[in-house]
């Protein structure tokens, strides 16, 4: 066991020394949802003319609506860009070293994906501290309460990122996939505005963004941060964490994914 903690502390330890070289990175992760919240929400306000927003019952801004969703979007894009540093590993060798060494593959990615993961929770953090200096504010439990849903989206977001990194070959190649993958799953959900305003103008695009898992990675942390919980929300997280994490083991199997093909 003592083996699996050194492993664990090395590998999440790897992850925040390179987030702490990366400051561009840090910066980037808070200048795009700030943009956003501060600049674009004023237009959609005006556009949609929020007040009440079911399921919540309660009065909420359009700013403080749009938070969860950019909360959301910090775990997206840092998930996808951690994989985009497991496409470099693997061209400079260090991921097929990593995956020789005599411990399970499993807990090789899930370390990976801690780390990752504890990376977004702080940049999230630090952008709900910036946006409630301009007193866009939740309930000052929900930040406590929002914590767990934080972290498991962060995973199921790391984990869709493994399953990428494991099917693209070359690095030059996983930025038009990032592209391809993330802006279609952060405006095809209820991260910039409620799913039953979607049903209003087309059944079709409420129907996909129901299926969308980031969809309820939104609502997860949405309904938290307020105090409130969705199970159905909950339900979905997880079992897009289990299927994305089994297609990431697939992947990164030596016999049948990433090596195979490597080889």
Excluded at 246 to 261: Q, T
């Amino acid at each position: 066991m003592t083996g699996w903690l050194i492993a664990l502390r090395a590998i999440v330890g790897r992850e925040f020394l390179r987030f702490i070289h990366q400051r561009e990175r840090f910066l980037s992760a808070l200048v795009r949802p700030l943009v956003w919240l501060l600049i674009f929400a004023a237009g959609f306000r005006a556009a949609l003319g929020l007040s009440i927003i079911p399921p919540y019952q309660t009065y909420i801004t359009y700013e403080t609506y749009i938070v969860p969703g950019l909360c959301a979007m910090i775990l997206l894009f840092n998930g996808m860009q951690s994989s985009l540093s497991l496409v470099y590993d693997r061209e400079m060798g260090s991921m097929r070293l990593l995956l020789t060494s005599p411990l399970p593959r499993w807990w090789l990615l899930l370390c990976r994906l801690l780390g990752s993961s504890a990376i977004s929770v702080l940049q999230v953090y630090a952008f709900l501290a910036i946006a409630a200096l301009f007193d866009i504010t939740m309930p000052i439990w929900g930040y406590v309460a929002a914590l767990p849903g934080l972290f498991l989206g962060g995973i199921m977001l790391g984990a869709l990122g493994l399953v990428l990194s494991s099917f693209v070959r070359q690095l030059e190649n996983f930025a038009g996939v990032m592209n391809f993958v993330i802006f279609p799953m952060f405006f095809l959900s209820s991260a910039l505005y409620p799913l039953w305003k979607m049903a209003e103008s087309s059944e079709l695009l409420y129907g996909i963004c129901a299926l969308n898992p980031f969809t309820h990675v939104v609502e997860l942390i949405r309904f938290l941060l307020y105090l409130q919980f969705n199970w159905i929300a909950l339900f979905w997280v997880v079992g897009a964490t289990a299927i994305f994490g089994l297609l990431a083991l697939w992947g990164y199997d030596p016999a049948r994914g990433l090596m195979k093909r490597k080889a």
